[in-house]
């Protein structure tokens, strides 16, 4: 568990998210020649927002799963919209077909699926918490 430890200023921390979002009406858009673009500008928003993409996958064309580490200071809500906003609009610019796919000018789905990660189960924790001794 050790070497999956960052060392922030103020912060010791693990923190991992696993966030899957959809192509608007789940068309098939993600071929992939646009999967490669994607997944370099995935890797380029994540390294200027300060956050890491430890795996990035498209799955049946039409959705995407990413695996994130990222600091504390950084909310997932803003993970998701820096990768779903900036990748919109770049993928709209580099794949004009795309548009004609869809309508109404979005590439994504407003929702997404987001799951946190760790290196300790659930369960483990719960039981941590629950044997703490009261010593007060």
Not at 29 to 55: H, N, P, R, S, W
Request: charged share 25%; net charge positive.
């Amino acid at each position: 568990m050790k070497e999956n430890l960052i060392h922030y200023r103020t912060s010791v921390c693990n923190i991992n998210y696993h966030v899957v979002w959809s192509v608007k009406y789940r068309r098939k858009v993600l071929d992939t020649e646009v999967e490669l673009y994607l997944k370099d500008l995935v890797c380029q928003i994540a390294a200027d927002k300060g956050f890491t993409v430890q795996l990035f996958e498209c799955g049946e064309c039409d959705h995407v799963h990413c695996f994130v580490t990222a600091p504390p200071k950084l909310s997932v809500t803003d993970i998701v919209k820096y990768l779903k906003g900036i990748t919109g609009r770049k993928l709209f610019e580099r794949f004009p077909a795309i548009r004609q796919k869809l309508w109404k000018g979005e590439l994504w789905n407003h929702s997404y699926y987001c799951e946190t990660i760790g290196s300790v189960s659930e369960e483990n924790i719960r039981r941590y918490i629950e044997h703490q001794s009261k010593s007060y």
